[in-house]
């Protein structure tokens, strides 16, 4: 079955850390762009970065450049976002989601992970 799985989400102080990873199954991720998204309540979702097929980074959001990173791991077929001098306003649901290379659009989502930033 090919689905990705979030977890790492919860609840911390402003300033703190998280790391979220995105689970892949049914497909790797050498042949898949892999992408973070969030969506705060009331608000559209907005994309945060991605590690291409090939381990380029993208980087979409300029409020989180220095203070959130992407990785990833072929052996463990996961992918990592590591979240740092969290800010309430960072408080959303994370998505991971994949692209087969060479595509347009994000077409496995996950379900999401919660993460609150309390100031």
């Known amino acids: 079955q090919v689905q990705v799985v979030e977890s790492g989400g919860g609840l911390v102080q402003a300033g703190g850390s998280l790391r979220l990873a995105c689970a892949a199954s049914?497909?790797?991720?050498?042949?898949?762009?892999m992408g973070w998204f969030r969506q705060a309540p009331g608000k559209e979702r907005e994309f945060i970065n991605a590690?291409?097929?090939?381990?380029?980074?993208?980087y979409a959001r300029e409020s989180v450049k220095g203070r959130f990173a992407i990785s990833r791991d072929n052996a463990l077929n996961t992918v990592y976002l590591q979240m740092n001098s969290l800010r309430p306003e960072d408080s959303a649901v994370y998505y991971c989601?994949?692209?087969?290379?060479?595509?347009?659009?994000?077409?496995?989502w996950g379900q999401g992970t919660h993460v609150t930033v309390s100031s």
């Open positions: 989601a994949a692209r087969v290379r060479d595509s347009v659009s994000y077409d496995i």
């Open positions: 049914g497909f790797t991720l050498n042949n898949h762009d």
């Open positions: 590690i291409t097929w090939d381990g380029g980074i993208i």
